[in-house]
Nanobody, 124 residues
């Protein structure tokens, strides 16, 4: 699976941004998809995941109520809608794919497919 991330940029605190992750190469709807991020000087952290058919989503506490993951299997694309952004949301955001939703959410070391990342900068 090849993953192409887009949509990052600079936004003011309180603003919104939507990231996209377009997939190619394999049957997209066989894979759960997720978003992760890595802030400067910090380890990569889980943001949220969506099941292969889109029926289930799970979020990190930091994302709950502000971020929404969705997917369009006809377009082989997932989205991360980020609202009420905070300066601490500044990070490089990555998408990832794995057949298992549980593995995607719990064990990033087992993930083989990653997008290239896009920088989100939230100014105060």
């Amino acid at each position: 699976v090849q993953l192409q991330v887009s949509g990052g940029g600079l936004v003011q605190a309180g603003g919104s941004l939507r990231l996209s992750c377009a997939a190619s190469g394999r049957t997209f709807d066989d894979y759960a998809m997720g978003w992760f991020r890595q802030a400067p000087g910090k380890e990569r952290e889980f943001v949220g995941v969506i099941s292969a058919r889109g029926g289930s989503t799970f979020y990190a506490d930091s994302a709950k109520g502000r971020f929404t993951i969705s997917r369009d299997n006809a377009m082989n694309t997932i989205y991360l809608q980020m609202n009420l952004l905070k300066p601490e949301d500044t990070a490089v955001y990555y998408c990832a794919a794995h057949p298992s939703l549980y593995t995607l959410a719990r064990d990033a070391s087992q993930i083989d497919y990653w997008g290239q990342g896009t920088l989100v900068t939230v100014s105060s």
